[in-house]
């Protein structure tokens, strides 16, 4: 049963272009998102997070989007550069007993082209 | 300066063996993680430590072992590896106040490969 999803696990677009990456969730109880970025053999850097009060929050290039009735949220990344090439994860925690577990998505692999 | 390091980053080992894998964080965070990201690239956690105390155990087997000398430092003890222990480990780190969370931080991760 997973409660995040990211269902395109591979996206490429041009150098300059936006890059928007998609997560859905299905628990309602979960009250704190966030998005990773990893390289091979490194771990996960954290990037960007937004809280259920919120429905956007923006970091420079980075902008993540919350709408919660459709339990989804996105990444923006405006405008994308080669260096952002990675596999991106969305994680979500929060519900009863909150213990600050992060449940992960499958990742969405970014390839920014020159 | 690492904020959270693991070590040892790559161990290959054989089946039935028993392995450790340290973790320890300089950035005064209260709560510390195991995750394991499995062939599917999937990443779970695996437990979880609040000042010294487990408060997470997703459903491991018991031959896997977390161990906290102190709130800096989570080590991951595995007893009789098998084949399918075979996975990326990831420590992490982060800081809860009340009920609100904060960002975890990750180590580079510990690639175990069983033999």
């Known amino acids: 049963d997973q409660q995040v999803k990211q269902n395109s696990p591979s996206l490429s677009v041009q150098e300059g272009r936006i890059s928007i990456l998609n997560c859905d969730y299905t628990n309602s109880m979960f009250d704190y998102f966030l998005w990773y970025k990893k390289y091979p053999a490194e771990g996960p850097t954290f990037l960007i997070s937004i809280s259920s009060i919120k429905d956007k929050n923006e970091d420079g290039r980075f902008t993540v989007f919350l709408n919660k009735s459709a339990k989804h949220l996105s990444l923006h990344i405006v405008p994308s550069q080669p260096g952002d090439s990675a596999v991106y994860f969305c994680?979500?925690?929060?519900?009863?007993?909150?213990?600050?577990?992060?449940?992960f998505g499958q990742g969405t692999t970014l390839q920014v082209k020159p | 300066d690492t904020a959270v390091s693991q070590t040892p980053k790559y161990l290959v080992t054989q089946m039935g063996n028993d392995k450790s894998i340290k973790c320890e964080q300089n950035?005064?965070?209260?709560?510390m993680y195991w995750y394991k990201q499995d062939s599917k690239k999937f990443l779970k956690i695996m437990f979880s430590?609040?000042?010294?105390?487990?408060?997470i155990n997703e459903t491991v087997p018991n031959r896997f072992s977390p161990k906290s000398p102190d709130k800096a430092h989570l080590n991951l003890h595995i007893n009789s590896l098998e084949l399918g222990d075979s996975a990326v480990y990831f420590c992490?780190?982060?800081?809860?106040?009340?009920?609100?969370?904060?960002?975890?931080?990750f180590g580079q991760g510990t690639r175990l490969t069983v033999v």
């Open positions: 992490a780190s982060s800081l809860r106040t009340g009920t609100m969370n904060t960002e975890a931080f």
């Open positions: 994680a979500a925690s929060g519900g009863s007993g909150n213990t600050g577990k992060l449940i």
């Open positions: 430590y609040n000042n010294k105390e487990l408060i």
């Open positions: 950035l005064g965070h209260d709560t």
